[in-house]
């Protein structure tokens, strides 16, 4: 990270091609460092640290609803699957993943004691799987009771990031590699962790285009500065990243170029 901050130049201004038919709006991809999901065009779910329940915000008319306040006590990484909103908790030390119907009621929720060793890490597949890191340097795969291997992570010493990309699971582990895998577990693209252990890397994301997005810190400047370098969807090496501000919240527009934003414009006061 160290050689791309020195690098750094500002991303250019927003293109607006209301003209041709494109889409103007932007959208969150972190707000307050957490990754935004984007259930669909006017659809975001995000969690608040601090905040019990799972804020969801339809972007085209500004309306919002503050989803299972008495369900979800530690929320944190969220995705949506058929309908449903699947978000990690922790309550009483034990983890989970609670499932919330579109309404907000409790479906079921997955107990994760024991099963992963990255509290609030999961990836929802297609087809209704989820993936963990699972004790044992490797990724397991949960379909119902059954937990199955899912990519074996040797040489990945530490705990990683994970989340839903490209129909599979995007997995980094700082300081190690990035690998994107598909829905079968094989390796599509595996990259060197390219960032300096000097910056800390919070969490990923990935906006309406599918393209990967990380969101890193860079400590000890003053009150706190922070960035986010994109990924290519093919190849997974850092082709853009956004200026640097001081606060953990962006947007990204159809183009893929990222700015810091206000929390303000998406969190409802």
Known sequence: MAKARHCLTCVAGIV???????????????????????????????T?????????VNVATGASDTLGT???????????HDGRWYVSDIDDGRSSIAVLSGDGELVTRIDLTGVTVAHHQFALLPDGRIVLEAPDQRL???????????????????????VAAGGGVLHAVPD??????????????????????TAFVSDLSVDGQGRPHVIAGIPGEGDGVFIVFS?????????????QGRFATFVVNWLGEVRPDSTSEWIPQ
């Open 16 to 46: 607006l091609l209301a003209a041709c038919g494109r889409p103007t709006t932007l959208r969150p991809v972190f707000v307050d460092g957490r990754a935004v999901h984007q259930a669909d065009d006017s659809t975001l779910g995000l």
């Open 140 to 162: 397991a795969m949960l379909d119902g009771d059954s937990l199955t291997t899912f990519a074996l992570t040797e040489g990945a010493m530490r705990t990683g990031l994970l």
């Open 48 to 56: 608040r640290e601090g905040t019990p329940g799972l804020l969801v």
């Open 70 to 80: 008495d369900i979800l006590s530690s929320p944190f990484h969220v995705q949506s």
């Open 176 to 197: 190690h590699t990035i690998t994107l895998y598909n829905a079968l577990g094989n390796i599509r693209w595996r990259v060197e962790w390219p960032w300096a252990e």
């Open 231 to 243: 990924l290519a969807k093919d190849t997974g090496e850092v082709d853009r990243w956004s200026a």
